[in-house]
Nanobody
Framework: QVQLVESGGGLVKAGGSLRLACVAS?????MGWFRQAPGRERESVAV????????YYADSVKGRFTISRDNAKSTVYLQMNSLKPEDTAVYYC?????????????????WGQGTQVTVSS
């Protein structure tokens, strides 16, 4: 069983930056960040392979968000720049025990508790 603990959420003005971190208690392969805004379905934001050589970004965050990982620290990061009010959501970290990138939330085995990101205009 793997536990994921997110941190780094908060309130920021539009145009600002935040960095989310997610620490895993065990070995993980593909890791991803998802988000869910009120009244909307959970969506994939960014995904990274175990080696870090393969990544995926949603079109809405390309060029603004960067996913990275430090396997020695069992941590995955999401650097969020040029934040917009529409980025406001609860952000979840997720992990797979299989090393193939997917954006489908149903394919992830473990989930964190979520961290709130609020971007004011």
């Amino acid at each position: 069983q793997v536990q994921l603990v997110e941190s780094g959420g908060g309130l920021v003005k539009a145009g600002g930056s935040l960095r989310l971190a997610c620490v895993a208690s065990g070995r993980t392969f593909v890791m991803g960040w998802f988000r869910q805004a009120p009244g909307r379905e959970r969506e994939s934001v960014a995904v990274i392979s175990r080696s870090g050589s393969s990544t995926y970004y949603a079109d809405s965050v390309k060029g603004r968000f960067t996913i990275s990982r430090d396997n020695a620290k069992s941590t995955v990061y999401l650097q969020m720049n040029s934040l917009k009010p529409e980025d406001t959501a609860v952000y979840y970290c997720a992990a797979r025990t299989y090393n193939m990138i997917t954006t489908s939330s149903e394919e992830y085995d473990y989930w964190g508790q979520g961290t709130q990101v609020t971007v004011s205009s």
